[in-house]
């Protein structure tokens, strides 16, 4: 891990140790190695210990040092404890060991040495009046403060950076943060290894770093940092460390993760020369594919870092509901001076991932957050031509007015058809088309008054609004019908429509039936389009691999044909899309699917149709009155006051809401 001279060897510890402890400042040889303003997250010597950290024979040790320096009370000896300085719990605690009030850490000793029966059954009754600690609250170095460190030990380009918290094999929290990056040219590999803030020279993971082709002679940089209560070592020098199955398992997790591009390219670099050395080009690239991802890793901490307060900045501290927009653009300028002028290109980078992601990942703190989205889609209901755009806060509404009671007082704008609010009494099946457009083909053909059919669809990938309101419809026992392209985008929106995701999870088991484009209907058409895939990895696994795609292996070879030896990257298939077909052919495909899947119109129950029936009866009674209301109106115009316009300007002064012709109703 250090080699050369003396004074490069001191050099390389020093920066080591600053690279593990960015808060202290270290001088060497004149040299100043300032400590940076970072807040750092770090399990400090004065913090309470836990007794969930110790074997008996560590807390008989523990007790016998304060023995040493002076006896003392054992419920002083038990308070040291996190969760264990409470009067009430540490006399459970005594009670619970049979250990009387007022014995002393010297009354435990049998012989020369405290009895390990007592500590045993002290052990037992702390950690069961004391809860574990976290792993997290371990702490980390974090990405920011490394990244400091590494650009003292020469980085090129950017680095990647990964940390996990979990419990060992000895149930020991423990904290586990690697980063890499390409190094100094000639350097050769430069691996940091710390445990608890601390730089060893030997390294237990020399089998891992093997395995992921990171040689000696690599221009690397590696740090790899374990925070954990306690260690165990092999050697009295404290040189080799003994780590476990668990925690072998969590680093190489975390290698893995950061050296994923690198092992790629060293791997092609095996196919032309057997010393497994990156090209100059290749150790560039990676230098500039660690830059962009690196980039790409800032921003999103630091929206992570600014998101609650954008989100209080765009909804008025959670009163008002806050547009993802709004929240975007209360987080850029936060972002903005964070990272020096460092922020996302594409706005939807925001809408639809980073703030998803956070409020993925903090489903507690989030849980009050009123964010809505834009619509990306809109349903129409049958006969009462209802539309609905498929916005966050119009979906809600929308559902909302389901519930409702019916109205039974009529106004002067009279409505042929019974007044309904939502699919109850008014439609049982649902289209989705995975694109807009259709609308007006669909209208003119009859088909949504003929089979009392709803139509909504969406702009892409369904959106949460879209597949809340496929929730709650399938909670009132609609059925969705699924028309999309015969193209692996077209799968996986008709999946995302009813499946559970990070982003959504259903409480209703939705009822739908995907009525293509799919195989059969392509044998029909008998036309399809070439399609690229340009990645390196065959485009069919998650559809083979994930629960919920029901593509068949022969539509999945129909879709992804191969990867042709020409090819230095991508797939190729084929694919069909709803467009292929002629308005008319659309008209008849789609008739033929509702046919064949049993669509049929809403009949309702007697004691509604009974109520429709008086609606109607009492809509023409109006009709007939206000018929003759207007004629007599017509025969003798009433005579307005001749103070109208004074009345109208007083009455908008007491109502400034109020439009003009408002006031003018009786």
């Known amino acids: 891990m250090?080699?050369?001279?003396?004074?490069?060897?001191?050099?390389?510890?020093?920066?080591?140790?600053?690279a593990l402890n960015p808060h202290a400042t270290f001088i060497l040889n004149g040299a100043t190695f300032a400590a940076r303003p970072v807040a750092i997250s770090k399990w400090f010597p004065d913090q309470a210990t836990s007794a969930h950290w110790y074997r008996p024979e560590d807390l008989r040790a523990l007790a016998a040092a304060y023995l040493n320096e002076g006896d003392r009370f054992v419920r002083d000896f038990i308070g040291e404890f996190a969760g264990l300085a409470r009067t009430q719990v540490r006399a459970a605690v005594m009670q619970e060991a049979h250990i009387p009030d007022r014995t002393r850490l010297s009354d435990l000793r049998d012989g020369g040495d405290i009895d390990m029966v007592k500590v045993k059954r002290l052990q037992t009754?702390?950690?069961?009046?004391?809860?574990?600690?976290?792993?997290?609250?371990?702490?980390?170095?974090?990405?920011?403060?490394?990244?400091d460190a590494f650009n003292l030990f020469g980085c090129r380009g950017g680095f990647k950076y990964h940390h996990v918290a979990a419990h060992c094999d000895d149930g020991l929290p423990c904290v586990v943060e690697v980063a890499f990056g390409m190094g100094r040219k000639?350097?050769?590999?430069?691996?940091v290894m710390g445990l608890n803030w601390t730089p060893v020279f030997t390294?237990?993971?020399?089998?891992?770093?093997?395995?992921?082709?990171?040689?000696?002679?690599?221009?690397?940089?590696?740090?790899?940092?374990?925070?954990k209560p306690r260690f165990v070592f092999t050697d009295h020098g404290k040189g080799q460390l003994e780590a476990g199955n668990d925690l072998n398992d969590l680093v190489e997790h975390c290698l893995?993760?950061?050296?994923?591009?690198?092992v790629k390219e060293k791997r092609k670099a095996a196919a032309r020369n057997k010393f497994l050395r990156l090209s100059e080009d290749q150790e560039e690239r990676l230098a500039a594919k660690d830059a962009r991802k690196y980039r790409q890793a800032i921003i999103k901490f630091a929206a992570y870092e600014v998101m609650p307060q954008a989100y209080a900045l765009a909804s008025d501290n959670g009163m008002l509901p806050a547009n993802a927009r709004q929240i975007m653009y209360a987080a850029r300028p936060l972002v903005l001076d964070m990272t020096g002028g460092k922020c996302w290109e594409n706005s939807a980078y925001f809408t639809q991932t980073l703030l998803p992601e956070y409020q993925e990942d903090h489903p507690e703190e989030t849980a009050k957050w009123n964010v809505v989205y834009d619509a990306r889609g809109h349903l129409v209901e049958p006969h009462v031509r209802h539309q609905v755009a498929l916005g966050t806060l119009e979906v809600r509404s929308y559902i909302r007015g389901w519930n409702r009671a019916t109205p039974t007082v009529l106004?002067?704008?009279?409505?042929?058809?019974?007044?309904?609010?939502g699919p109850v009494n008014r439609y049982k099946w649902a289209l989705f088309i995975e694109k807009e457009g259709f609308d007006p083909l669909i209208a003119r053909s009859g088909l949504t008054a003929k089979y009392d059919l709803a139509v909504f669809s969406s702009k892409g990938m369904s959106t949460t609004a879209t597949r809340l309101l496929v929730d709650e419809l399938a909670g009132k026992g609609v059925t969705v019908?699924?028309?999309?392209?015969?193209?692996?985008?077209?799968l996986t929106i008709a999946h995302t429509l009813y499946c559970d995701s990070p982003r959504y999870t259903f409480k209703?088991?939705?009822?739908?039936?995907?009525?293509?484009?799919?195989?059969?209907?392509?044998?029909?058409?008998?036309?399809?389009?070439?399609?690229?895939?340009?990645?390196?990895?065959?485009?069919?696994?998650?559809?083979?691999?994930?629960?919920?795609?029901?593509a068949t292996e022969a539509e999945l070879n129909f879709l992804v044909e191969g990867k042709p030896v020409s090819y230095r990257k991508g797939w190729v298939g084929q694919r069909v899309e709803l467009n292929a077909m002629t308005s008319a052919q659309f008209v008849a495909w789609l008739e033929r699917k509702l046919k064949e899947h049993g669509v049929t119109k809403v009949i309702p129950d007697k004691a509604t149709l009974i109520d429709a029936w008086r609606h109607a009866q009492l809509i023409a009674q109006v009709k007939q009155a206000v018929q003759e209301l207007k004629a007599e109106a017509a025969a003798n115009p009433l005579k307005p006051p001749a103070n109208l316009n004074r009345r109208v300007r007083d009455e908008l002064c007491k109502n400034p809401e109020k439009s003009w012709d408002e006031v003018l109703v009786p």
């Open 2 to 18: 250090y080699r050369g001279p003396l004074r490069e060897v001191l050099g390389e510890l020093v920066r080591s140790f600053r």
């Open 508 to 550: 209703n088991r939705p009822t739908v039936i995907d009525i293509g484009l799919r195989m059969a209907d392509v044998k029909k058409m008998k036309q399809s389009e070439p399609v690229k895939y340009d990645q390196d990895k065959d485009p069919r696994g998650k559809f083979r691999e994930r629960d919920g795609y029901d």
């Open 411 to 421: 106004g002067l704008d009279i409505d042929e058809t019974y007044p309904t609010k």
């Open 125 to 147: 009754a702390m950690q069961k009046h004391s809860k574990p600690i976290q792993p997290k609250r371990l702490g980390v170095i974090g990405r920011d403060a490394i990244e």
């Open 481 to 490: 019908l699924i028309a999309h392209d015969f193209d692996l985008a077209g």
């Open 186 to 191: 000639g350097a050769g590999r430069n691996l």
């Open 203 to 227: 390294s237990p993971f020399d089998e891992i770093l093997g395995q992921l082709l990171m040689h000696r002679d690599d221009d690397v940089l590696a740090l790899i940092h374990i925070a």
């Open 256 to 262: 893995k993760r950061v050296t994923r591009d690198f």
